[in-house]
């Protein structure tokens, strides 16, 4: 039997989809710092040899070694109104303040010309752009009749927001004075300003991003923030649906974190296949794009090798994805946009009901030559991708755990 995923998408319900968005906009960043020697041989030559031991083999039969850098991730608490008690990357919604006009004046102090930022952050973009780039309705709606041109573009605002809401969950500040030079290594700014009193501003007011540049003399180091991937929220995760752009940034040097102590209640730094093994034993909570993302970077073990890749990738654009949820006999499969049940146009609203497979996620992958899912089987999420995702991007691995490998050392 065939196994076809249904047309739902209508004309009317695009139109609502312009008019009525049921989604916010946010920003996050997958912060990957270089590990120093120790935290990648070990203590001892126990812990190295532990560590140098793993090899872990995917469905394609290619290899993976222990990375030389670490990713950054949040737990959210279990009075989060979206993805209680997972681990997610540094992000949130975006606000208006993030597009205001008034930046251009913050990055002239800086040396920064509004065409400069224009040529190194629009027209650098070779590929496509998503919706929220295009059209963002944290704009566009309720905007009492404001046009595009009366903001930032987006490609900066969406960076803003980014690196403010990292700085006030993390404490992690990517400021700068000058725009950097090309080859430049990105760092975490650490100069004399009361970071506590500013993140406790930003709390009730986000405009404080731009007052605290404004006095010292500095920008939002956006040159240090990549797009990496955007992900829509599927029509039947939770009440709450979001539309967010990952950013990737590189930084050469391990910053100091501090916790934000309201929606975040741990900090971690972790490589990408330790926090994947720690989901696959129940350890942790990981929702499905991070899991996704996560087996994308695990293809990748070192810092220099993903530094330079998210640079050059940078120019080939993104596409926006919107997984598109179905049952099956055994669990949940979510689909992504190359799969070959992934429809032509996808149900951005829910007016339909969702695909329901008489199959279990074992037979529908064997049914179908090109995947690229999410398979759901209780709490835990694995990707599957034999397909070159579109606009240079990284297929994930598909890890589905192991009991035997000591992570400890990984961590």
């Keep these: 039997m065939a196994l076809r995923a249904s047309r739902l998408m209508t004309t009317a319900a695009a139109k609502a989809a312009m008019n009525a968005p049921p989604w916010r906009e946010a920003a996050s960043i997958i912060l990957a710092c270089r590990s120093s020697v120790s935290e990648v041989v070990g203590k001892n030559l126990a812990e190295m040899m532990s560590a140098t031991k793993f090899i872990k083999k995917t469905e394609s039969g290619s290899e993976f070694q222990p990375c030389d850098y670490k990713v950054l991730m949040v737990k959210r608490s279990q009075l989060s109104s979206f993805m209680a008690n997972a681990y997610v990357f540094p992000g949130g919604l975006a ?3 993030d597009f205001a006009a008034d930046w251009f004046k913050v ?9 400069q930022l224009r040529r190194d952050f629009v027209d650098s973009i070779g590929g496509p752009r998503p919706p929220m780039i295009e059209n963002p309705i944290t704009l566009t709606h309720n905007s009492n009749n404001a046009k595009l041109s009366d903001f930032l573009p987006a490609d900066i605002g969406f960076r803003i927001c980014a690196i403010r ?5 993390t404490g992690v500040l990517l400021l700068t004075r000058r725009a950097p030079s090309p080859g430049t290594k990105s760092c975490a700014f650490e100069e004399d300003i009361d970071q506590n009193a500013w993140r406790q501003k930003l709390r009730s007011e986000p405009r404080a991003l731009f007052d605290m540049c404004l006095e010292n003399k500095v920008c939002p180091n956006i040159w240090a923030l990549h797009e990496w991937a955007d992900w829509l929220t599927p029509v039947s995760v939770g009440h709450r649906r979001y539309d967010t752009m990952f950013y990737a940034t590189c930084l050469d040097q391990t910053p100091n974190v501090v916790l934000d102590q309201s929606e975040v209640v741990s900090l971690r730094w972790t490589r ?15 929702a499905p794009p991070q899991v996704y993302e996560m087996s994308r970077l695990a293809n990748m073990s070192s810092y220099g090798q993903l530094s330079k890749f998210c640079q050059e990738r940078n120019k080939l654009g993104i596409d926006r994805w919107l997984p598109v949820i179905g049952a099956t006999s055994d669990g949940v499969v979510s689909l992504l946009p190359g799969d070959d049940l992934y429809p032509t146009e996808p149900d951005l609203l829910g007016v339909g009901p969702g695909p329901d497979f008489p199959f279990s996620l074992e037979e529908m992958r064997s049914r179908c030559s090109n995947l690229n899912r999410i398979d759901v089987q209780g709490p835990f999420a694995c990707a599957h991708c034999n ?9 994930p691995i598909s890890y589905a755990g192991t009991s035997h490998v000591n992570f400890q050392s990984m961590i």
């Design 95 to 97: 606000e208006k303040s």
């Design 107 to 115: 990055f002239e102090k800086c040396g920064v010309s509004e065409g």
């Design 165 to 169: 809401e990292m700085f006030e969950e």
């Design 272 to 286: 990408p296949l330790a926090i994947l093994a720690e989901y696959s034993n129940g350890s942790v909570f990981l």
């Design 387 to 395: 397909i070159t995702p579109s606009r240079g991007m990284l297929s």
